[in-house]
């Protein structure tokens, strides 16, 4: 698959069928995750892989929506800012590492067919403890994977021109 067809094919799946996440393809959005490039090679992050059976009623704690809890697997993707590498202004970019590594996975996931949806909307508290987070971790997004269920929406995004601007503000 072509790069932007790829970027384009990926959709926000909310509803997933039951089938479970085979370990070869896991492994495969899993590496794409680890070759996502960081600030100073720091990698400052940790995907925690949940399997959801039998633990649904914990995780609507968490996001309250059975799109979320029904998905085969759940993937929380967390930052180290201790570990991350900090601009000379105090800076960290914990976020943006965590972003691209988990934006990896997710194309990834695409390429193989599984469904991904970006979460941050949950409840943070109750992530942490069901996960025994340390304090300095944080969890900052989640995603199911798994197999959609649903046909993807036509996408809505802002022009070109109102997104770039050239040589100056
Ligand atoms: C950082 C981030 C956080 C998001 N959090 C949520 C969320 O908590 N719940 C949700 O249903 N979608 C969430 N989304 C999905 C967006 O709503 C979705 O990406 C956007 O509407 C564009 O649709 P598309 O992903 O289908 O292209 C989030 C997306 C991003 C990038």
């Keep these: 698959m072509q790069f932007l067809e790829l970027v384009k ?3 926000s799946v909310r509803g997933y069928k039951p089938d479970m996440v085979e370990d070869n393809k896991l492994k495969i959005v899993l590496e794409a995750m680890q070759f996502a490039p960081s600030a100073s090679n720091r990698q400052p992050v940790q995907f925690i892989i949940i399997n959801t059976q039998g633990k649904k009623q914990e995780l609507r704690k968490i996001y309250d929506r059975d799109w979320f809890i029904n998905a085969p697997l759940l993937i929380c993707a ?3 800012p201790h570990e991350s590498w900090v601009r000379s202004d105090g800076t960290n970019y914990t976020f943006v590492d965590v972003a691209i590594a988990m934006d990896h996975l997710i194309l990834a996931a695409t390429e193989v067919g599984l469904g991904t949806c970006w979460v941050a909307a949950f409840n943070a508290q109750e992530l942490r403890k069901f996960l025994g987070l340390p304090e300095e971790v944080i969890p900052v997004a989640m995603t199911p994977l798994g197999y959609p269920d649903i046909e993807p ?6 022009p070109l021109d109102e997104l770039v601007r050239y040589d100056h503000w």
Excluded: A, N, V
């Excluded at 929406?153 to 802002?158: H, N, S």
């Design 9 to 11: 094919k990926r959709y």
């Design 78 to 80: 967390c930052g180290l």
């Design 153 to 158: 929406t036509p996408k809505e995004r802002k």
